[in-house]
């Protein structure tokens, strides 16, 4: 189990006190407003930020006193921070080793993280020879071909057209269940996960407001944050 417990941080325009939970083996989606905190929030769990105080942990370990290299913890970004001169193989090698120094054993990792990733023979590709679909599917076989058991992505499809956001999203929900790993997605469309994921969670203004069932977590009548979000405005009062 992920439990960020009061995590808190504090930029000059920016204050956020972060709570959240994800069972091991599951899908948590991060979904709110744009600003609210969901990169901060994923960045603070890997190492990128760290909180002034709180607690989090990750199957029974302090994650906070971890470099993020140390932490169980592999992390995609939206813009896919793939190399253009490296070929897809190397650029998923990077994950191992920064050097691109790799034994047999690690080539092999690589090639069957590309496989994975449905990429078989695509790794002497340079990202330019690549569709932006298939360059997402290289920066998600980079993420995991470090077989951290934590994954977490951010906004990582949002560039791609809806059918092929959502094979992206099959990819991702069919390794974590082969490999037991516990992914935290933020995403701008949670329709495409209201099926996969264990829980939704509605980050607004640095706070988790709600963390429940998707759909339930999406009620507008829980918060009017999360009436703004979907569309529904909440009669005053209530
Ligand atoms: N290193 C930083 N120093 C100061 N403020 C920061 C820093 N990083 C982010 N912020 C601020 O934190 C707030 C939350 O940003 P964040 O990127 O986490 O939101 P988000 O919910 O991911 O937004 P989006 O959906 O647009 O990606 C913003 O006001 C941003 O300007």
Redesign the pocket.
Known sequence: MLIVDECRLL????EARYSLRAETGALVAIV??????????L?MIAGF?TPLSGRMSFAGRDLLPLAPAERPVAMMFQDNNLFPHLNAAQNVGLGIRPSLRLDEAERARVAEALAAVDLDGYGARRPGELSGGQRQRVALARALVSKKPLLLL??PFGALDPGLRREMIAIVDDLRRARGITVLI?I?TPEDVLDRAASLAF?AQ?RVLVQDAPRRALDPARDPAIAAFVGHAVPAGT
């Open positions: 930029w000059p325009d920016f709110g407003p744009s600003g609210g905190g969901k990169t901060t929030l960045s930020e951010d906004e933020t701008h980050v640095g």
